[in-house]
């Protein structure tokens, strides 16, 4: 069964990094968009960032210039590297990756999710 494994969460300080990481554990045939999601509490799941197979990135108004999208399609893994974080990014963050399956059909699948709290 394919599915998304996530790591790279956890408690930082105001102005400190993370790094995500989003891989596909299964076959497939290939992985097309890729993309971040966070969700507080209280609020609705938003998109933090997106990249396309070919790398063009995408980014929610609030985390340009401060997070950076990646990929790498040998391990059909996607990245997320959070820079001066702040205490309003503290979500629990999804990736969510669009793949072409061995029997040739789109799934979009999601990962469980990765709590990332900003706190001094």
């Known amino acids: 069964q394919v599915q998304l494994v996530e790591s790279g969460g956890g408690l930082v300080q105001p102005g400190g990094s993370l790094r995500l990481s989003c891989a596909v554990s299964?076959?497939?045939?290939?992985?097309?968009?890729m993309g971040w999601y966070r969700q507080a509490p209280g609020k609705q799941r938003e998109l933090v960032a997106a990249i396309t197979s070919g790398g063009s990135t995408n980014y929610a108004d609030s985390v340009k210039g401060r997070f950076t999208i990646s990929r790498d399609n040998p391990k059909n893994t996607v990245y997320l590297q959070m820079n001066s974080l702040k205490p309003e990014d503290t979500a629990v963050y999804y990736c969510?990756?669009?793949?072409?399956?061995?029997?040739?059909?789109?799934?979009?699948?999601w990962g469980q999710g990765t709590q990332v709290t900003v706190s001094s």
């Open positions: 969510n990756i669009d793949c072409r399956t061995v029997a040739g059909t789109i799934v979009s699948l």
């Open positions: 299964g076959s497939i045939f290939s992985s097309n968009a």
